[in-house]
């Protein structure tokens, strides 16, 4: 059965300084990977999507970037973190971007700006 | 637009109850999904069910259904015989055919408040 992993759980940083949030799949291949972001209380907003090693799309522009070394992993960073970067980022996967197959998602990844 | 409306930011049910979680949506494509998913205040999304456009039998998954009236644009999630444990965010969801990234399209999320 397929797994998906996202580490850290939880992370504090300074305004400033780097960041980098991993995310691993595990059980299958050449999967479709998402990173969201969602706001307190709110619905997730999709970040990046990569559809294969190298391949990385944003979907909106911001101060994070995304990049996909190796099939089943899938990072996010930024070189100088903002407040307003402070949120829970989710991986997701899926097996295509059809409309009739499920995403499913990672644990998260709970960030905290100050 | 929002292409995906949830109108109760909270609800409460009596455990043991069935409850019904509102969800209208919004697309001209032909082709697409409907999801929902659960988030309890761990923040993991879990998925719940799924519906297809072209779907002509609710779905129906364990204690989950989905009422899919298509011409009213709504796909509502039925639980039934509420537990505490289903006391969490819901959130529905859509892709969309003609998407080149396959992305969710979430709503607001409705909070779910069991009651013993």
């Known amino acids: 059965s397929q797994t998906i992993h996202q580490w850290p759980a939880t992370l504090v940083q300074p305004v400033g300084s780097p960041l980098s949030l991993e995310c691993t799949v595990e059980?299958?291949?050449?999967?479709?990977l998402y990173w969201y972001r969602q706001a307190a209380g709110r619905g997730l907003q999709l970040l990046f999507y990569?559809?294969?090693?190298?391949?990385i799309s944003s979907e909106v522009p911001q101060n994070l970037s995304a990049s996909r070394p190796q099939d089943r992993q899938f990072i996010l960073s930024s070189k100088k973190l903002l407040l307003s970067d402070s949120g829970f980022y989710l991986c997701?996967?899926?097996?295509?971007?059809?409309?009739?197959?499920?995403?499913?998602f990672g644990p998260g990844t709970r960030l905290t700006v100050l | 637009a929002q292409k995906i409306t949830q109108t109760q930011p909270g609800m409460f049910v009596q455990e043991k109850e069935a409850v019904t979680l509102d969800c209208t949506y919004d697309?001209?494509?032909?082709?697409?999904?409907l999801f929902w998913y659960k988030q309890p205040s761990s923040g993991e999304m879990i998925f719940l069910i799924y519906?297809?456009?072209?779907?002509?039998q609710n779905a129906t998954e364990g204690r989950y259904s989905l009422n899919f009236q298509k011409a009213r644009k709504s796909a509502n999630l039925v639980i039934s015989a509420s537990q505490l444990g289903d006391s969490a965010m819901y959130f529905c969801?859509?892709?969309?055919?003609?998407?080149?990234?396959?992305?969710?399209?979430f709503g607001q999320g409705t909070t779910l408040q069991v009651k013993p």
């Open positions: 997701a996967w899926s097996r295509d971007i059809s409309p009739y197959n499920e995403q499913f």
């Open positions: 059980g299958t291949s050449n999967p479709n």
């Open positions: 990569s559809v294969g090693i190298g391949q």
């Open positions: 697309t001209s494509d032909q082709s697409y999904g």
């Open positions: 519906q297809g456009s072209y779907d002509e």
């Open positions: 969801a859509m892709r969309e055919g003609r998407s080149n990234t396959g992305k969710l399209i």
